[in-house]
């Protein structure tokens, strides 16, 4: 089945620097990748999500890429501001989604 | 729409008893899945639903955990007898069909957070 693995599990940035998130992924199969923040206490959320047929997604100060040659995926924050602290995941998917461990983002002012 | 519902938001219960969780899922959507969360393992996927019918259930731990869809709008989680190691919090997410090539995003509820003591 499925196995993804994510990179780092904690990550601290100044407020303004970028932050990159690395999944990498094993079932070449697996077709969406969706990336989901989660705040403290607070349900998973979409933020952005690639298809296999795109190589790179951007929307404001987030953007994902993917390699499926390598078979992996990474997601990068820019301008990074307090609100981004949160956890991460990624996720790869044929129909349910296989998670990511999760990476906790703190972003320091 | 008010998104998925899930019920209770928060559990606490004894060893030995009975737990049951519910979820609403959105209204028109075709799957229905059931997450688990925890610090040691994650989001992990317990089982899911397509149109009501179980598709997939190999990540329910045990036969101490079984789910339910019985019509399009309601679906149950049931632990029993519950274990202080079940203590985590369930989502329920909803999604709609996507087709193969097409998926969809999975909206998730609020979570119960439950506590076996």
């Known amino acids: 089945g499925e196995n993804v693995e994510q990179h780092p599990s904690t990550l601290s940035v100044q407020e303004g620097d970028s932050a990159v998130i690395k999944c990498t992924y094993s079932d070449s199969a697996s077709n969406y990748f969706p990336w989901y923040k989660q705040e403290l206490g607070k349900r998973p959320q979409l933020i952005i999500d690639?298809?296999?047929?795109?190589g790179e997604k951007k929307d404001q100060r987030i953007a994902v890429t993917l390699n499926k040659t390598a078979k992996h995926f990474s997601l990068h924050i820019t301008e990074t501001q307090p609100e981004d602290s949160a956890v991460y995941f990624c996720?790869?998917?044929?129909?349910?989604?296989?998670f990511g461990t999760g990476t906790r983002l703190q972003v320091f002012p | 729409d008010a998104g998925v519902i899930q019920s209770p938001r928060h559990e606490v219960t004894e060893m030995g008893q009975e737990v049951t969780l519910r979820c609403k899922p959105i209204?028109?959507?075709?799957?229905l899945f059931w997450y688990r969360q925890t610090m040691m393992r994650g989001l992990e996927l317990l089982i899911y639903f397509n149109n009501n019918v179980p598709i997939d259930d190999s990540g329910m731990p045990e036969d101490r955990f079984s789910a339910k869809m019985p019509n399009a709008s309601f679906s149950t989680l049931k632990i029993q007898p519950s274990e202080p190691r079940d203590s985590a919090v369930y989502f329920c997410?909803?999604?709609?069909?996507?087709?193969?090539?097409?998926?969809?995003?999975?909206?998730f509820g609020p979570g119960t957070r439950l506590t076996v003591l």
């Open positions: 690639i298809r296999s047929n795109v």
């Open positions: 996720a790869a998917s044929i129909i349910q989604l296989i």
């Open positions: 209204s028109g959507h075709d799957y």
């Open positions: 997410a909803s999604s709609l069909a996507g087709g193969f090539s097409s998926y969809n995003e999975q909206f």
